[in-house]
């Protein structure tokens, strides 16, 4: 009897204890406020590393992170289309407070009309709240800008990996030393003295 | 002699010149005599600049739902939508009830606001936001706007402020419920208490009797 009153007495407290924390849970997300911005311009048909976007996890519970390009805020320039932004490194869910940067590339295609581009990276928070059929959601945006001008693409030997551009010029350097070497007119030779031979002029010398 | 000394230079030139690539592409090092360098370390505390939003709590209910035909058995009951155009409560309007809390949590951002197509458990055919313009959602079929058609729903957010009674948007519009001045700018740790109301449609053509659907608060740049 004294136990059933006892666990009763115990659930009552964690009901009254548990409520609070289930009231004030919340959901939400933020994102880096500056705009994500290309260094440099674009050019139609080439592809390009945007600034990693900042996002943070700012509800209380776990929730993972979608990004979608959209013209939400005010800016001039013509609209990005979404098919435009790749997104990698997505992480599968976010803790409270906790971030990640989502790193983004820019492909542009050939058929691109140059001039100044805007629209935002809209980062949304998908642990939906269940309110009796009713998702609340959040998200949260920043400006994407860039401009795209007429021209042949740069960026690829720009973006060579350091190594590949290292080894090519040890090639032609070690080439060049070649040729000077060969225009100096000086020669190497090498000779292989056979045992008998070398035995033979020891055997001269001892006269 | 002359051309011996110039093929000698020439050799040695191209000899230092391969070996000084291999060895990490020329000679560094600081100049004889330098002085010692001193530094210090300074540190420094900047201003948050992230945009965020929450929203709590994490529970609420539709609830207070009318409307319907009684004579079809189609009318509401407390927890349920009814048919034709019942309507389904999140808050109260009058007296006001706002159990929705919406923060902004970043730096100063105008608050947008808007909705989604309804989804049936069943993954049938969807309920299509509409509201009365037309303007960034279907243009509700009946009653010149004012009451979705069939398959159709409205979702109309309301606050201290007043009631979106023109219906929210698909697309992500100024949540003019969220600023007292007919705005939807707040300034870090800005908040409000929201409620929602939920018009059904005329007729559902998917039978089923759970619907899920996001509302969704962002914080964009600008002012408003």
Redesign the interface.
């Given at each position: 009897m004294h136990l059933r009153l006892g666990l009763t007495a115990a659930l009552g407290v964690l009901a009254v204890v548990a409520a609070p924390v289930?009231?004030?849970?919340?959901?939400?997300?933020?994102?880096?406020?500056?705009?994500v911005q290309l260094a440099g311009v674009a050019h139609p048909g080439g592809t390009y590393e945007l600034p990693a976007v900042?996002v943070?996890n700012?509800?209380?519970?776990p929730e993972s992170v979608a990004i979608r390009i959209?013209r939400?805020?005010?800016g001039t320039g013509r609209t990005v289309p979404g098919a435009w932004i790749q997104v990698s490194g997505l992480p599968s869910s976010l803790a409270h407070g906790q971030s990640a940067r989502i790193p983004l590339s820019l492909v542009v295609p050939a058929s691109a009309r140059p001039g100044q581009y805007f629209s935002?990276v809209?980062v949304?928070g998908s642990a939906?709240?269940?309110?009796?059929?009713?998702?609340?959601?959040?998200?949260?945006?920043?400006?994407l800008e860039f401009r795209v001008v007429p021209g042949v693409i740069s960026a690829g030997w720009f973006t060579m990996p350091s190594w590949v551009l290292?080894a090519v010029?040890?090639v032609l350097?070690?080439a060049?030393?070649?040729?000077?070497?060969i225009?100096?007119?000086?020669s190497i030779r090498v000779e292989r003295a056979t045992a008998g031979a070398a035995a033979g002029n020891g055997g001269g010398g001892g006269d | 002699m002359g051309i011996k000394v110039r093929s000698v230079s020439l050799a040695v030139a191209g000899v230092i010149l391969a070996g000084s690539v291999v060895a990490g592409c020329g000679l560094t090092g600081a100049p004889p005599n330098a002085g010692q360098s001193a530094s210090v370390n300074l540190s420094l505390t900047t201003v948050p600049t992230v945009r965020s939003v929450t929203v709590s709590p994490a529970s609420v209910t539709f609830g207070n739902c009318t409307g319907g035909l009684a004579s079809q058995n189609t009318h509401s009951t407390a927890g349920k939508l009814g048919f034709p155009n019942g309507h389904c409560l999140v808050g109260l309007v009058n007296p006001g009830f706002y159990p929705i809390t919406v923060t902004n949590t970043g730096i100063a951002s105008a608050i947008y606001v808007n909705g989604s197509s309804a989804n049936p458990f069943d993954d049938g055919n969807q309920w299509s936001l509409c509201n009365q313009d037309g303007d960034g959602a279907e243009k509700c079929k009946r009653d010149d706007g004012r009451l979705p058609g069939t398959d159709q729903y409205m979702v109309e957010n309301f606050s201290a402020v007043g009631e979106q009674k023109a219906g929210i948007r698909g697309t992500p519009s100024c949540d003019l419920e969220f600023g007292a001045s007919g705005n939807c700018l707040a300034v870090q740790g800005g908040s409000q208490g929201e409620g929602i109301e939920l018009i059904g449609p005329f007729f559902s053509t998917d039978t089923s009797t759970k619907w899920t659907m996001t509302i969704t608060w962002t914080p964009v740049p600008g002012n408003g």
């Open positions: 289930a009231a004030y849970a919340s959901v939400g997300v933020g994102v880096q406020a500056g705009p900042y943070v700012t509800g209380t519970e959209e939400i805020s005010r935002d809209v949304t939906a709240l269940v309110a009796g059929g009713a998702h609340l959601g959040v998200a949260a945006a920043t400006d290292l010029g040890v350097a070690f060049l030393g070649v040729v000077l070497l225009r100096s007119g000086i | -």
